[in-house]
C-alpha cells in the first residue's frame, strides 16, 4: 500500500454491513465467519483497494449503496435484512443485467469477496489447494494415476532431455 | 539505451554484448525491481502484487477483460510457463510485412530455444491435470501435442505465474540478462522512464524501495534522471512501448501508434472428477491442442491459484463454492481465441498518461471462444469428469448427462461481457512492423519510420495475433533489431551509431 493510497484506507467503512451481506451471498461459506476472521477479509479487500485509483473506491460504494436502494425499491428493506433467496435474485438481476455498467459492478464487487477469502492461505488449505515449493518431493503421497498416451511432440529440438540433467 | 528487460529488451541486452566488450555504454532501464529467487513464496496475492502490474488486474477501458503483465528484472519472462513454441509459416505469411520471412524468424527461435535449454518434460513428471488432458483429447477426437519447456532444476512447484520458487524458467532474468551484465551491460530496476523527446532525451524516474517490498533496491539513487541517448530500444510490452510514444508526443507522427492490438482473449475451464487427481504439483501447462487454423482457438492445460479460479469461474453462491471445495478433483483447461487485429481495439493514454486498452470482443472471437469451450467440454467429458464449468453456458454447470448437449448448451448468446470472466496474458501488437508509417510503426528490423535512432522490440511489432505462445518469436524478432544496430555500429563506430 502506497503512502498517499493509506489515508484512503477503510473504504468499506459506511458500507460494511452491505458488503458483508453481498459476501455472504456470494460465498455462502462466509456466512460461519465470526468478527476476527471479516476483520481479515475486510484487510485484504482494502489493502487491495488502497493502490487502486480514488474513483474505483468511490464507485464500489456507490454500488453498495445502489444494491441497497434496490432492495429497499423492491421489498422495502435494505439488503442485509433480505432473506437468502432474495438476496441471490437480487445480485442475479445485476449479474444479467442489460446494462454493462451493472455487470461490470457487480463482477467487480464479488471479485473483491473472493479476493478477501480464496487468497486467503487457511481458505486455500481448506479447500485442499496444496501447491508446494518442492513440488513432487514436498508430497510423496501423490502420483499420478492416469496413464499418459503417447502424443507428438509440437517440434523437434536441440535438446530431448532436459539440458544438463541425466537421462 | 533499452527500455525493458523481458524476452525483447533481456535479448537485445544479451546481443550487444559484444558492443558493451568493445567499451560502448550498452544500458537497460526497468521499471521492476530485482528479485531473488527465495522471494518468490508462492502466495498468490504476495506475488501477484509484487510481480504484476495493479496486482494482476488490470482491466480494459471498458472493465470486461483483466490483462496481464509484469514489472521486473526478466519482465514478463518471470511469470510465464516456458512453453516454448515457433511461429506457424502462415501466420507469418499473413502479416505480409516486407523482408520478415519465415526461414529467418524459425531460425532464430531455434537459436534461443537452444539457449534458454528447451526441451520435452519425460513422462514421470507430468501428472494427471495433463494426463487426463491427453486421454480427453484423444476421446474426443482433437490431437494433443506436448510443449516444449525452458526449465532447468523444475521441482514441479506448479506456480509458474506467481514466478518460480525454485529458479528453474530459463527466461531473460536466468540467461540473457546476467550473460549482458557480465558482458558489462548496465542493467538498472525500479527506474520508469516517463517520456522521451525527439532530441532522444529520456525522462526517467527511479524510485525508492518501500519498506517491507520484495526486490532489491535499484542501482541508482531514488530521483529523477534526463538521459541522452545514441540509440533507443523500447522493449516495454505491448501496452508499455506504445503509450511511451504516446504520452511523449509521437502520435501525430507516427498515426499507427496503439493500433492493432491483439491479446489472445482466454477463459479458465474448469471440471469436477469423482476422485482426487494430481493437479497442483508438477508443471501444470505441458500439452496443447492447436485449432488456430481451422477454428481460431488454441486449447492448453494450465493450473491456477484459490482465488485466480474463483475470479474466473461464471456466477456465485452455493453452486460456486461447492466447485471450489472440490479442488483436489478439479482439471483445468485454458482457451485462447486467436483475436484478428480490428478498428478500435488499440492501445491509447489517458489525460494524465497512463495506459488505458480500448477492447471490443468481434462476433468471430465470441465464436471462437464458444468453439473452444465446447471442445474443452468433449476433452472434459472424454476424460470422465462428472460437471464441467463453462463460462457460456446458462446455468455455466453442466453436468455428464448432458456431455451429448454441449453445442447447444454452450452459446455465444451467454457470452455476456462484464459478466463472464476473460484474461489475457499474450498482450501483442500497438507498434506494428510494416512497410511504412501508412501502414504501421515500424520496418521488419523494428526501426521506427522516419526515426532513425529509435527501435522496437517487444510483441508491440505483431501486426496481428501470433496464435501460439509468444516469447520466442518476440525473442527472434528482438534478435533482428540487434543484428541492424551491431551492422550499423560497425558502419558508423563513433557516431550515429552509437549507444549512450
Redesign the interface.
Known amino acids: 500500500m ?1 503512502p498517499a493510497a493509506a489515508s484512503a484506507s477503510a473504504v468499506l467503512r459506511p458500507v460494511r454491513a452491505t458488503f458483508r451481506a453481498v459476501a455472504k ?5 462466509m456466512a460461519a465467519l465470526d468478527e476476527a476472521a471479516w476483520t481479515r477479509v475486510e484487510a ?1 479487500v482494502e489493502r ?1 483497494l488502497a ?2 485509483p480514488a474513483r474505483m473506491r468511490r464507485q464500489l460504494v456507490v454500488y453498495m449503496r445502489l444494491i441497497d436502494g434496490l432492495a429497499l425499491a423492491r421489498h422495502g428493506r435494505r439488503f442485509r435484512s433480505l432473506e437468502a433467496d432474495a438476496r ?1 435474485r437480487l ?1 442475479e438481476r445485476l ?2 443485467s442489460r446494462v ?1 455498467l451493472l ?2 459492478g457487480f ?2 464487487l ?2 473483491l469477496v ?2 478477501g ?3 486467503q ?1 487457511s ?2 488449505e481448506a ?13 510423496p503421497g ?8 503417447d ?5 523437434e ?9 541425466p537421462t | 539505451m533499452i527500455v525493458g528487460s523481458g524476452a525483447g529488451g533481456g535479448t537485445v541486452a544479451a546481443e550487444m554484448a559484444p558492443l558493451a566488450r568493445d567499451g560502448r555504454r550498452v544500458l537497460v532501464l526497468e521499471k521492476g525491481p530485482r528479485f531473488r529467487i527465495e522471494e518468490f513464496s508462492g502466495r498468490e496475492l504476495e506475488m501477484a502484487g509484487a510481480l504484476y502490474e495493479d496486482a494482476g488486474g488490470f482491466l480494459t477501458a471498458d472493465g470486461t477483460m483483466t490483462l496481464a503483465f509484469a514489472h521486473a528484472y526478466g519482465g514478463s519472462t518471470l511469470v510465464y510457463t516456458g512453453t516454448s513454441l515457433i511461429v506457424p509459416e502462415r501466420v507469418i505469411r499473413d502479416w505480409g510485412v516486407p523482408r520478415l520471412d519465415h526461414a529467418d524468424v524459425e531460425a532464430r527461435s531455434r537459436k534461443y530455444m537452444a539457449q534458454n535449454g528447451v526441451y520435452y518434460l519425460p513422462p514421470e513428471r507430468i501428472n494427471d491435470n495433463n494426463r487426463l488432458f491427453v486421454a480427453g483429447a484423444r476421446a474426443a477426437g482433437f490431437h494433443a501435442e506436448q510443449f516444449p519447456l525452458n526449465l532447468s532444476g523444475c521441482f514441479g512447484a506448479s506456480v509458474c505465474n506467481l514466478g518460480c520458487p525454485n529458479g528453474a524458467k530459463m527466461g531473460t532474468h536466468r540467461v540473457q540478462l546476467p550473460a549482458a551484465e557480465a558482458a558489462g551491460v548496465e542493467v538498472v530496476t525500479r527506474a520508469e522512464v516517463l517520456r522521451l523527446d525527439a532530441e532522444r532525451n529520456l525522462y526517467v524516474r527511479v524510485t525508492e524501495k518501500r519498506p517491507g517490498e520484495k526486490g532489491a533496491a535499484s542501482e541508482w539513487a531514488p530521483g529523477e534522471y534526463r538521459i541522452r541517448a545514441g540509440t533507443v530500444v523500447l522493449s516495454a510490452g505491448a501496452i508499455g512501448s506504445p503509450a511511451l510514444l504516446l504520452r511523449s508526443g509521437f502520435g501525430e507522427r507516427l498515426r499507427r501508434l496503439g493500433a492493432g492490438f491483439t491479446c489472445h482473449p482466454a477463459h479458465i475451464l474448469v471440471a469436477e472428477h469423482a476422485a482426487p487427481i494430481t493437479n497442483d504439483v508438477g508443471h501444470p501447462k505441458s500439452f496443447f491442442v492447436d485449432r488456430a487454423e481451422q477454428d481460431g482457438y488454441v486449447l492448453e492445460t494450465c493450473m491456477y491459484f484459490p482465488f485466480t479460479t474463483a475470479k474466473n469461474l461464471t456466477g456465485f453462491g452455493e453452486p460456486h463454492a461447492a466447485l471450489m471445495r472440490a479442488f483436489p478433483r478439479l482439471q483445468m483447461i485454458l482457451v485462447l481465441a486467436c483475436d484478428k487485429a480490428a478498428d478500435g481495439n488499440r492501445v491509447r493514454v489517458d489525460r494524465v498518461g497512463r495506459p488505458a486498452v480500448d477492447y471490443t470482443f468481434a462476433r468471430h472471437t465470441i465464436d471462437s471462444m464458444v468453439a473452444a469451450t465446447r471442445a474443452s467440454a468433449r476433452i472434459f467429458f472424454g476424460a470422465g469428469a462428472l460437471r464441467v464449468h463453462a463460462p457460456s453456458a446458462d446455468p455455466p454447470l453442466i453436468e455428464r448427462e448432458d456431455a451429448a448437449r454441449v453445442d447447444e448448451l454452450i452459446a455465444a448468446e451467454h457470452f455476456l461481457p462484464g459478466k463472464v470472466s476473460v484474461s489475457a496474458a499474450h498482450l501483442m501488437g500497438g507498434c506494428a512492423m510494416g512497410s511504412d508509417a501508412g501502414d504501421s510503426v515500424t520496418d521488419s528490423f523494428g526501426r521506427v519510420h522516419d526515426l532513425p535512432w529509435l527501435r522496437i522490440a517487444d510483441a508491440s511489432l505483431f501486426p496481428d495475433s501470433l496464435e501460439i505462445n509468444p516469447y520466442v518469436t518476440i525473442m527472434a524478432l528482438s534478435d533482428r533489431v540487434a543484428e541492424g544496430l551491431r551492422a550499423e555500429a560497425a558502419l558508423f563506430p563513433r557516431a550515429e551509431a552509437a549507444l549512450a
Open positions: 502506497n451471498t456470494v460465498v455462502p461459506d485484504i487491495a493502490d487502486r441471490q445480485l449479474q444479467d454493462l455487470r461490470r463482477w467487480g464479488r471479485t473472493y479476493m477469502w480464496y487468497a492461505p481458505t486455500a479447500i485442499g489447494y496444496g501447491a508446494a515449493k518442492g513440488g513432487w518431493a514436498a508430497r501423490l502420483t499420478p494415476a492416469t496413464p499418459l498416451p502424443v507428438v511432440p509440437a517440434h529440438l536441440v535438446s530431448r532431455p532436459e539440458p544438463g540433467r
